[in-house]
């Protein structure tokens, strides 16, 4: 009878994923985004037989994508409210003359409504808040390595 000797597995459920569910994150996403804050990534590292590197790497992929998503002019043309061709028209326009707002050139050319308007910003302010939710779980996952780091200074005083 052979027996394998694993070390450091540690299975984790019940993950609060409200934060990054919306973003498309995944659990594990989440956790080697974690241990890369915290310091506790080594070469043998695997999170569900997965690279953390990699996984890092796609978790700060998808949050640059999300914050790509919160203007104004992506998020009328993603819920079809207004063409690709109509944006890029009205940021032409809005280049040209840089006091006008992206709104009100794509109601003056009858891209959309106020209402349209209104709606899609109320959308943005939704996804802002969900990125600010995430920025706030990095800061706190900075403060713990700080504090993970500075216990190992006073354990290696002592």
Do not use: W
């Not at 032409?92 to 009100?104: M, T, V």
């Not at 349209?116 to 969900?130: L, V």
């Amino acid at each position: 009878m052979v027996f394998e000797h694993v070390e450091n597995i540690v299975t984790i459920t019940g993950i609060n994923m409200d934060t990054f569910t919306p973003l498309g994150i995944t659990p594990a996403e989440v956790m080697a985004n974690a241990l890369r804050e915290s310091g506790l990534i080594t070469g043998a590292t695997r999170i569900d037989d997965q690279s953390p590197v990699d996984l890092c790497s796609s978790f700060l992929e998808k949050k640059s994508n999300y914050q790509q998503l919160t203007k104004l002019g992506n998020i009328l043309v993603k819920n079809k409210v207004i063409t690709l061709q109509q944006l890029k028209d009205a940021l032409a326009e809005q280049s040209r003359d840089p006091s006008k707002k992206l709104g009100n050139i794509l109601i003056e050319n009858g891209a959309c409504t106020g209402q349209d308007i209104e709606k899609c910003i109320k959308s943005q302010n939704r996804i802002r808040d969900d990125i600010k939710k995430l920025d706030e779980y990095e800061d706190k996952i900075s403060l713990l390595r700080k504090r993970i780091s500075s216990g190992k200074n006073i354990r290696d005083k002592l």
